[in-house]
Protein backbone atom coordinates (compact mmCIF):
# COMPACT_ATOMS: atom_id res chain seq x y z
CA UNK A 1 0.00 0.00 0.00
CA UNK A 2 1.36 2.86 -1.08
CA UNK A 3 0.74 5.29 1.83
CA UNK A 4 2.17 2.91 4.05
CA UNK A 5 5.54 1.99 2.08
CA UNK A 6 8.44 3.61 3.82
CA UNK A 7 9.74 6.85 1.67
CA UNK A 8 13.66 6.15 0.78
CA UNK A 9 13.70 9.87 1.14
CA UNK A 10 13.16 10.66 4.64
CA UNK A 11 14.74 7.16 5.99
CA UNK A 12 17.21 8.91 8.52
CA UNK A 13 14.71 11.30 9.61
CA UNK A 14 15.50 10.93 13.63
CA UNK A 15 18.97 12.18 12.25
CA UNK A 16 17.94 15.26 10.50
CA UNK A 17 18.06 18.59 11.89
CA UNK A 18 14.77 20.72 11.87
CA UNK A 19 15.63 22.65 9.06
CA UNK A 20 16.64 19.47 7.14
CA UNK A 21 12.97 18.56 7.60
CA UNK A 22 11.29 21.47 6.81
CA UNK A 23 12.97 21.28 3.19
CA UNK A 24 12.13 17.46 3.13
CA UNK A 25 8.58 18.21 3.84
CA UNK A 26 8.46 20.68 1.59
CA UNK A 27 10.04 18.90 -1.62
CA UNK A 28 7.73 16.18 -0.67
CA UNK A 29 4.41 18.02 -0.67
CA UNK A 30 5.36 18.68 -4.33
CA UNK A 31 3.54 15.40 -4.83
CA UNK A 32 0.37 16.86 -3.84
CA UNK A 33 -0.09 18.97 -6.80
CA UNK A 34 0.96 16.23 -8.69
CA UNK A 35 -2.01 14.19 -7.48
CA UNK A 36 -4.02 17.16 -7.90
CA UNK A 37 -3.23 17.40 -11.27
CA UNK A 38 -3.28 14.03 -12.48
CA UNK A 39 -6.97 13.91 -10.91
CA UNK A 40 -8.47 17.28 -12.65
CA UNK A 41 -11.31 15.37 -14.69
CA UNK A 42 -12.84 13.06 -12.11
CA UNK A 43 -12.86 16.04 -9.42
CA UNK A 44 -14.33 18.83 -12.06
CA UNK A 45 -17.15 15.60 -12.52
CA UNK A 46 -17.00 15.60 -9.01
CA UNK A 47 -18.06 19.06 -9.09
CA UNK A 48 -20.40 19.26 -11.48
CA UNK A 49 -22.57 15.85 -9.54
CA UNK A 50 -22.45 18.18 -6.69
CA UNK A 51 -23.45 21.15 -7.62
CA UNK A 52 -26.82 19.53 -9.64
CA UNK A 53 -27.45 17.59 -6.55
CA UNK A 54 -27.37 20.86 -4.63
CA UNK A 55 -29.19 22.68 -7.24
CA UNK A 56 -32.29 20.00 -7.37
CA UNK A 57 -32.63 20.36 -3.42
CA UNK A 58 -30.29 17.62 -2.72
CA UNK A 59 -27.39 17.05 0.01
CA UNK A 60 -23.54 16.55 -0.61
CA UNK A 61 -22.65 14.17 2.27
CA UNK A 62 -19.42 13.72 3.03
CA UNK A 63 -18.06 10.26 4.94
CA UNK A 64 -14.96 10.11 6.38
CA UNK A 65 -12.57 8.15 9.79
CA UNK A 66 -9.98 9.67 11.11
CA UNK A 67 -8.35 12.70 9.45
CA UNK A 68 -10.26 12.56 6.57
CA UNK A 69 -12.96 12.65 8.50
CA UNK A 70 -12.29 15.76 10.03
CA UNK A 71 -11.39 17.38 6.89
CA UNK A 72 -14.50 16.62 5.54
CA UNK A 73 -16.08 17.79 8.86
CA UNK A 74 -14.18 20.99 8.29
CA UNK A 75 -15.31 21.46 4.82
CA UNK A 76 -18.68 21.69 5.51
CA UNK A 77 -18.65 23.20 8.12
CA UNK A 78 -17.37 26.57 6.65
CA UNK A 79 -20.40 25.99 3.88
CA UNK A 80 -23.13 27.77 5.53
CA UNK A 81 -20.84 30.89 6.27
CA UNK A 82 -19.08 31.46 3.06
CA UNK A 83 -22.26 30.29 0.79
CA UNK A 84 -25.31 31.48 2.82
CA UNK A 85 -26.46 27.76 2.50
CA UNK A 86 -28.48 26.30 5.34
CA UNK A 87 -26.20 23.71 7.00
CA UNK A 88 -28.19 20.16 5.95
CA UNK A 89 -26.92 21.05 2.36
CA UNK A 90 -23.46 19.87 2.85
CA UNK A 91 -22.88 17.63 5.86
CA UNK A 92 -20.39 15.10 7.10
CA UNK A 93 -20.52 11.88 8.70
CA UNK A 94 -17.34 10.85 10.72
CA UNK A 95 -16.51 7.36 12.31
CA UNK A 96 -16.84 7.48 16.22
CA UNK A 97 -19.61 10.31 15.69
CA UNK A 98 -19.44 13.78 16.20
CA UNK A 99 -16.63 13.65 19.35
CA UNK A 100 -14.40 12.32 16.63
CA UNK A 101 -14.33 15.82 15.20
CA UNK A 102 -11.88 17.11 17.72
CA UNK A 103 -9.92 13.66 18.81
CA UNK A 104 -8.89 10.48 17.71
CA UNK A 105 -11.44 7.48 18.14
CA UNK A 106 -9.10 4.99 16.08
CA UNK A 107 -11.11 1.89 16.68
CA UNK A 108 -14.53 3.31 14.95
CA UNK A 109 -13.35 3.42 11.62
CA UNK A 110 -13.39 -0.46 11.77
CA UNK A 111 -17.49 -0.40 12.06
CA UNK A 112 -18.84 -0.97 8.88
CA UNK A 113 -22.61 -1.05 10.35
CA UNK A 114 -22.29 2.34 11.53
CA UNK A 115 -22.02 4.39 8.08
CA UNK A 116 -25.02 2.31 7.42
CA UNK A 117 -27.26 3.38 10.29
CA UNK A 118 -25.79 7.47 9.69
CA UNK A 119 -26.94 7.27 6.19
CA UNK A 120 -30.31 5.22 7.24
CA UNK A 121 -30.69 7.92 9.84
CA UNK A 122 -30.42 10.58 6.97
CA UNK A 123 -32.84 9.08 4.75
CA UNK A 124 -30.20 8.73 2.00
CA UNK A 125 -31.32 8.87 -1.72
CA UNK A 126 -31.60 9.35 -5.04
CA UNK A 127 -30.96 12.83 -4.68
CA UNK A 128 -28.08 12.81 -2.50
CA UNK A 129 -24.60 12.49 -3.50
CA UNK A 130 -22.34 10.43 -0.91
CA UNK A 131 -18.51 11.05 -1.10
CA UNK A 132 -16.25 8.95 0.76
CA UNK A 133 -12.47 9.73 1.81
CA UNK A 134 -10.39 7.43 3.02
CA UNK A 135 -6.34 7.52 2.35
CA UNK A 136 -5.90 3.76 2.05
CA UNK A 137 -9.46 3.06 -0.01
CA UNK A 138 -10.14 0.37 1.96
CA UNK A 139 -11.63 1.85 5.41
CA UNK A 140 -15.05 -0.24 6.99
CA UNK A 141 -16.86 2.64 7.40
CA UNK A 142 -16.21 4.11 4.88
CA UNK A 143 -16.19 1.67 2.26
CA UNK A 144 -19.83 -0.04 3.87
CA UNK A 145 -21.75 3.41 3.80
CA UNK A 146 -20.60 4.15 -0.15
CA UNK A 147 -21.28 0.64 -0.80
CA UNK A 148 -25.16 0.92 0.76
CA UNK A 149 -25.37 4.64 -0.66
CA UNK A 150 -25.04 3.43 -4.25
CA UNK A 151 -27.50 0.50 -3.30
CA UNK A 152 -29.84 3.41 -2.24
CA UNK A 153 -29.45 5.11 -5.53
CA UNK A 154 -27.62 7.93 -4.48
CA UNK A 155 -24.79 9.66 -6.36
CA UNK A 156 -21.23 8.31 -5.05
CA UNK A 157 -17.53 9.29 -5.21
CA UNK A 158 -14.70 7.83 -3.21
CA UNK A 159 -11.21 9.55 -2.46
CA UNK A 160 -8.22 7.85 -1.71
CA UNK A 161 -4.55 7.68 -1.92
CA UNK A 162 -3.84 4.28 -2.88
CA UNK A 163 -4.21 2.99 -6.51
CA UNK A 164 -6.85 0.11 -7.39
CA UNK A 165 -8.26 0.53 -3.61
CA UNK A 166 -12.03 -1.18 -2.74
CA UNK A 167 -13.58 2.37 -2.29
CA UNK A 168 -12.54 3.64 -5.58
CA UNK A 169 -13.68 0.15 -7.36
CA UNK A 170 -17.35 0.64 -5.03
CA UNK A 171 -17.69 4.44 -5.95
CA UNK A 172 -19.43 5.27 -9.57
CA UNK A 173 -16.82 7.86 -9.63
CA UNK A 174 -13.49 7.41 -8.25
CA UNK A 175 -10.58 9.60 -7.42
CA UNK A 176 -7.31 8.82 -7.24
CA UNK A 177 -4.92 10.65 -5.04
CA UNK A 178 -1.07 9.40 -5.64
CA UNK A 179 0.99 11.10 -3.24
CA UNK A 180 2.90 8.45 -2.22
CA UNK A 181 4.66 7.21 0.89
CA UNK A 182 4.71 9.83 3.98
CA UNK A 183 7.83 11.35 5.27
CA UNK A 184 6.29 9.71 8.30
CA UNK A 185 5.73 6.39 7.45
CA UNK A 186 1.90 5.89 7.48
CA UNK A 187 0.88 9.21 8.58
CA UNK A 188 -1.65 10.30 5.96
CA UNK A 189 -2.56 13.32 8.23
CA UNK A 190 0.43 14.76 5.88
CA UNK A 191 0.30 14.64 1.85
CA UNK A 192 -2.39 12.29 1.55
CA UNK A 193 -4.38 14.42 4.27
CA UNK A 194 -3.43 17.88 2.39
CA UNK A 195 -4.52 16.26 -0.99
CA UNK A 196 -7.73 15.37 0.43
CA UNK A 197 -8.80 18.99 1.74
CA UNK A 198 -7.30 20.52 -1.52
CA UNK A 199 -9.66 18.23 -3.60
CA UNK A 200 -12.47 19.08 -1.16
CA UNK A 201 -11.72 22.64 -1.46
CA UNK A 202 -12.48 21.98 -4.99
CA UNK A 203 -15.47 19.95 -5.17
CA UNK A 204 -17.34 22.24 -2.94
CA UNK A 205 -16.17 26.01 -4.35
CA UNK A 206 -16.56 24.85 -7.77
CA UNK A 207 -20.06 23.31 -7.00
CA UNK A 208 -21.15 26.28 -5.32
CA UNK A 209 -19.85 28.46 -8.47
CA UNK A 210 -21.74 26.64 -11.09
CA UNK A 211 -24.99 26.49 -8.47
CA UNK A 212 -24.88 30.50 -9.02
CA UNK A 213 -23.35 30.91 -5.13
CA UNK A 214 -20.86 33.55 -6.94
CA UNK A 215 -20.97 36.72 -8.56
CA UNK A 216 -17.77 37.33 -10.73
CA UNK A 217 -15.32 35.90 -7.80
CA UNK A 218 -17.08 36.65 -5.63
CA UNK A 219 -19.19 35.17 -2.31
CA UNK A 220 -22.14 37.17 -2.59
CA UNK A 221 -24.48 34.85 0.01
CA UNK A 222 -21.67 35.32 2.52
CA UNK A 223 -23.38 35.61 6.13
CA UNK A 224 -22.00 38.38 7.77
CA UNK A 225 -21.78 36.94 11.27
CA UNK A 226 -18.74 39.26 12.48
CA UNK A 227 -17.32 42.86 11.75
CA UNK A 228 -14.43 41.82 9.48
CA UNK A 229 -17.27 40.19 7.17
CA UNK A 230 -19.71 42.91 7.59
CA UNK A 231 -16.39 45.08 5.97
CA UNK A 232 -15.76 42.11 3.14
CA UNK A 233 -19.66 42.79 2.30
CA UNK A 234 -19.06 46.58 1.77
CA UNK A 235 -16.13 45.55 -0.58
CA UNK A 236 -18.15 43.39 -2.12
CA UNK A 237 -20.88 45.97 -2.97
CA UNK A 238 -18.44 48.78 -3.89
CA UNK A 239 -16.57 46.07 -6.26
CA UNK A 240 -19.91 45.62 -8.18
CA UNK A 241 -21.88 49.01 -8.05
CA UNK A 242 -20.98 52.50 -8.34
CA UNK A 243 -21.64 52.81 -4.30
CA UNK A 244 -19.13 54.25 -1.80
CA UNK A 245 -18.06 52.11 0.74
CA UNK A 246 -20.42 54.36 3.46
CA UNK A 247 -23.29 54.30 0.61
CA UNK A 248 -22.69 50.12 0.87
CA UNK A 249 -22.62 49.72 4.30
CA UNK A 250 -26.01 52.26 4.97
CA UNK A 251 -27.79 49.62 2.18
CA UNK A 252 -26.72 47.36 4.03
CA UNK A 253 -27.56 47.60 7.27
CA UNK A 254 -31.38 48.56 5.91
CA UNK A 255 -31.27 45.10 3.91
CA UNK A 256 -29.90 43.10 6.99
CA UNK A 257 -26.50 42.87 4.82
CA UNK A 258 -28.20 41.13 2.31
CA UNK A 259 -25.60 41.37 -0.62
CA UNK A 260 -27.97 40.19 -2.98
CA UNK A 261 -30.97 42.64 -1.88
CA UNK A 262 -28.46 45.63 -2.20
CA UNK A 263 -27.52 44.83 -5.59
CA UNK A 264 -31.41 44.55 -6.60
CA UNK A 265 -31.82 48.08 -4.75
CA UNK A 266 -29.20 49.64 -6.73
CA UNK A 267 -30.08 47.54 -10.33
CA UNK A 268 -33.71 49.04 -9.64
CA UNK A 269 -32.37 52.50 -8.65
CA UNK A 270 -30.75 52.94 -12.14
Request: a negative charge.
Amino acid sequence: MGTESRNVRSQNLDQMSALEIVRLMNREESAVLRALENAEEPLARAAEIAARTFSRGGRIVYVGAGTSGRIATMDAAEMPPTFGIPPDRFIALIAGGADAGGKAIEDAEDDVHAGIVALNVLEVGQEDFVVGIAASGSTPFVVSAVRHARQKGASTCGIANNRGSVLLEEAELAVFLDTGPEVLTGSTRLKAGTSQKLALNRISTIAMVLSGKVVENLMVDVKAKNHKLKERCARIVTDLTPLTRDEAWDLLVRHDWNIREVLDDVAGSR
